[in-house]
């Protein structure tokens, strides 16, 4: 193995990131146990400083990240894994742990729209706010989201029978919005639909 540099603690941190978007997904710990565990498995493996023990990333959750790089920075003291991040890679169901904003400048955002529309939508939804139309959503049931998703289906298919692109483009979005709100309301992460289609595209 390369003669990597270990902390005093015989630890060295991983940035992990996902192979396609390039999002950095979170920030662990690795010994040579777990590394040597990670390289075997093409799965990640950690060490948790403070349960003092390896853990295997998504091991109970299904959210695991299957390794198809590791790389090392010029002073061999930080790894860069590069993975297919099944699911979501926080505790929190976000995509990223990484999704909390200390400074932003300007117009920057380092993630896609869609991702930030579901992290706004999963904001409202454990922060409700008065005169939301989506906490109004979530306030009345999934019957209600179920409803509003089928409504927007069809307001998509007779805006594509009108030939109408700016209908259509406008519609789409509405249904976006809608199945978004419905994926928050039944836990289901971006991640997840990121990874079926890219087993179906497999």
């Known amino acids: 193995m390369v003669d990597l540099k270990w902390n005093e ?3 060295i941190p991983a940035i992990v990131q996902d ?11 690795m010994n040579e146990e777990s590394l040597q565990k990670t390289m075997e498995s093409k799965e990640t493996w950690f060490y948790s400083r403070s349960r003092q023990t390896l853990w295997h990333k998504g091991a109970t959750s299904g959210h695991v990240q299957k390794v198809k790089k590791i790389s090392y920075d010029c002073d061999a003291d930080t790894l860069l894994v590069e993975v297919e991040q099944i699911g979501a890679a926080c505790h929190t169901g976000n995509t990223s742990c990484f999704f909390q904003t200390l400074l932003q400048e300007g117009d920057y955002k380092n ?9 706004t939508i999963l904001e409202r939804r454990d922060n409700p706010k008065e005169g939301s139309y989506t906490n109004y959503l979530f306030d009345k049931g999934i019957d209600k989201i179920l409803k509003k998703v089928g409504e927007e289906s069809a307001e998509v298919i007779i805006a594509s029978k009108n030939h109408s692109r ?7 979005s509405d249904l976006v919005y809608h199945t978004l709100v419905l994926m928050v309301q039944e836990d289901v992460n971006p991640g997840e639909i990121k990874a079926e289609l890219q087993s179906r595209h497999k």
């Open 111 to 119: 993630e896609d729209m869609l991702t930030t529309l579901y992290n």
């Open 19 to 29: 192979m396609q978007t390039k999002q950095v997904l979170m920030l662990a710990y």
């Open 9 to 11: 603690s015989g630890l």
């Open 166 to 172: 700016s209908e259509i483009v406008y519609e789409i």
